[in-house]
C-alpha cells in the first residue's frame, strides 16, 4: 500500500472515529442527566427489560474482550492493508464509542422517576454532576488523551511512525488512586439530579464492572511491568483516593 494510501485510510479513520466519539458523549451526557428517560428503544415489558439487561451487559464484556490478549489480535486485524495494528487504539476507541450510543441511544424507557432534584437540591446535584465529568476527563488527560480517544492510532499512521506506548501513568489523579477513569465513569451515573429505575439499573450494573473491570487490566499490567507496577500497587490505593491525614 502507497504511504499516500495509508495517510488516506488513517486520516479518514481518525475523523470518523473522533466524530463518533464525540456524538457518543453529547449522547451520554444528556441521557445521564435525563436519567435515560430520552432513548429511542421501542420495547416495553419483559422485551425491555431483556434488551436494556443486554445493552448493560454489552459495553463491560465487549470492552474486556477487547482488552484481552484475544481481543487485541482480532482489534489488529479489523482495519485492512496492514494497518490493523497501528490503528487498533483508535478502532478501540471507535468500538467503544459505539457501544456507548447503542446503550444510550436505544435504551427503552421504563418511566419510573425515583428523585427528581428540585431548587436549590437541584443546583447542588449539576455541581456534582459537572463536577464528576471534569474528573473524569481530568483522568482521561492524566492516562494520556491520544490513547483514550483513538487519536494516538491513526495520527502515528499518518507520520509514519508505530504507535509508542508509554507504560502506565502514576501522575495526576493516577498520583491518588490506580483507576481514577474507573472512578470518574461510575461517579457520572450516580450524580445526575434525576435517578430513575433506568439510571439506577444502568448505574448499578457499570459500577461493579467498575470495581471488578480495573481487577483484569491489573493482572495485564503485572505481567506486562513485574516489579514495578506492584511497587506501584503498594503505595496506591486501588479505586478511592487516598485522603491525606491532617497533622
Not at 495494528?85 to 421504563?110: E, K, R
Not at 461517579?187 to 483484569?216: E, F, N, Q, R, S
Amino acid at each position: 500500500m502507497s504511504p499516500r494510501r495509508r495517510i488516506a485510510i488513517a486520516l479518514t479513520f481518525g475523523i470518523v472515529t473522533h466524530t463518533v466519539f464525540a456524538v457518543s458523549v453529547v449522547v451520554m451526557v444528556d441521557a445521564l442527566y435525563n436519567g435515560l428517560r430520552i432513548g429511542l428503544g421501542p420495547f416495553h415489558g419483559w422485551l425491555a427489560l431483556l434488551t436494556n439487561v443486554l445493552l448493560i451487559l454489552q459495553f463491560p464484556i465487549l470492552h474486556s474482550f477487547f482488552l484481552s490478549k484475544n481481543g487485541r489480535l482480532i482489534l489488529a486485524k479489523i482495519v485492512p492493508g496492514g494497518l490493523g495494528a497501528d490503528l487498533a487504539t483508535t478502532t478501540f476507541a471507535f468500538i467503544g464509542a459505539l457501544q456507548l450510543l447503542a446503550a444510550f441511544g436505544l435504551w427503552s424507557p421504563s418511566g419510573v422517576t425515583i428523585f427528581e432534584a428540585k431548587g436549590s437540591w437541584y443546583w447542588c446535584m449539576l455541581a456534582l454532576y459537572l463536577g464528576s465529568w471534569l474528573f473524569l476527563i481530568k483522568a482521561l488527560t492524566d492516562a494520556g488523551l491520544g490513547l483514550q480517544t483513538g487519536y494516538m492510532g491513526w495520527s502515528s499512521v499518518v507520520r509514519g511512525r508505530k504507535p509508542q506506548h508509554n507504560g502506565f501513568p502514576t501522575h495526576g489523579l493516577f498520583r491518588v488512586c490506580r483507576h481514577p477513569v474507573y472512578l470518574g465513569f461510575a461517579l457520572v451515573m450516580w450524580t445526575a439530579p434525576v435517578l430513575t429505575l433506568d439510571g439506577l439499573a444502568l448505574a448499578a450494573g457499570w459500577t461493579l464492572y467498575c470495581l471488578i473491570g480495573p481487577k483484569l487490566k491489573e493482572a495485564r499490567y503485572r505481567g506486562w511491568y513485574g516489579d514495578r507496577y506492584a511497587e506501584y500497587c503498594a503505595t496506591v490505593p486501588y479505586f478511592l483516593p487516598r485522603i491525606p491525614r491532617a497533622r
